[in-house]
């Protein structure tokens, strides 16, 4: 209990040893998250046996290009890049868009069997993904979509957890009385929304969206089902790709591979960053 209290307080109301402690609790989480993208990095930089090593490695080699140059061979990597980059940025780009759309109708539009038709929308988390996808790879065939990005974006375009996360924001954020003040000044339904209602819930959509576009790049079970073209794979295909080889793994190749993929993500989360901390403490701390 005293660890939740000292969590509570803001780091200028604990004592010298009281923040001493705080910042390196901090500090070692902060070495703890990054330690496996570290080794990741280092086994990328070394000959493939080195992550067999006792004790283990954990200085950088020189075989960081030799170990991708393989991965050029054997797979079509940047293209796998570009393919996830494109995929992820349409399903998070249209998730965020209807997910906001949904989620402000929920919290601030009346309309009858609207918390019915709530409580059937968050029905569907509880649903396992693999029930879904005999009907769902049966609707995209036929569409004549198999192997092709729409199989990809278009099932998931929105979905149940956007539209809760969003609503929840939405009804705390977005006062009642700024929507009557835009409607009695004029403004329509979506433009009360862009411009009222977007510029303060940012933070949500933008957390919304970082969430999505990791989750969409990091999956690898539907891409698995619907696409068949190796043009068309997505870089968790790819990399999959690299563990099929009659010479054993080569860890070196296969991690200096992840290694270069995970940095889109940091790249993104780096970006949007501040707001998806906003977003993500919002309403934690009270003045």
């Given amino acids: 209990m005293s660890t939740l209290r000292m969590f509570r307080k803001k780091p200028d109301d604990l004592g010298f040893f009281g923040k001493l402690g705080f910042y390196c609790l901090l500090i070692l989480g902060a070495l703890v998250s990054i330690f496996p993208f570290y080794w990741m990095f280092v086994v990328g930089t070394n000959d493939k046996g080195a992550v067999f090593h006792v004790p283990p490695l954990l200085t950088v080699g020189d075989q960081f290009f030799d170990n991708f140059k393989r991965v050029l061979e054997k797979s079509d990597f940047f293209q796998a890049l570009g393919n996830s980059l494109f995929v992820s940025s349409m399903v998070t780009i249209s998730v965020v868009f209807f997910c906001t759309l949904a989620g402000y109708a929920f919290a601030k539009y009346e309309f009858p069997g609207k918390n019915v038709l709530f409580v059937f929308v968050i029905a569907t988390l509880i649903v396992p993904q693999q029930l879904g996808v005999l009907p769902t790879y049966v609707i995209m065939a036929k569409l004549h979509w198999i192997d092709s990005f729409k199989a990809l974006i278009v099932p998931a375009m929105v979905n149940a957890f956007g539209i809760f996360w969003m ?121």
Avoid: C
């Avoid at 010479?247 to 707001?275: E, K, N, Q």
């Fill in 167 to 287: 609503r929840q924001y939405i009804s705390s954020a977005v006062p009642t009385e700024l929507i009557e003040a835009g409607r009695i000044d004029g403004g329509g339904h979506f433009r009360i929304f862009w411009k009222i209602a977007v510029p303060v819930i940012t933070p949500a959509m933008a957390t919304l969206g970082i969430l999505n576009f990791m989750t969409v790049w990091n999956d690898f079970f539907w891409p698995l089902v619907v696409l068949k073209n190796k043009e068309n794979f997505t870089i968790q295909i790819a990399l999959q790709q690299l563990f099929t080889t009659r010479d054993g793994l080569d860890y070196g190749m296969i991690m200096s591979a992840t290694f270069t993929a995970t940095l889109p993500l940091l790249v993104v989360f780096l970006l949007f960053s501040r707001w998806v901390i906003a977003g993500l403490t919002s309403g934690a701390i009270k003045s």
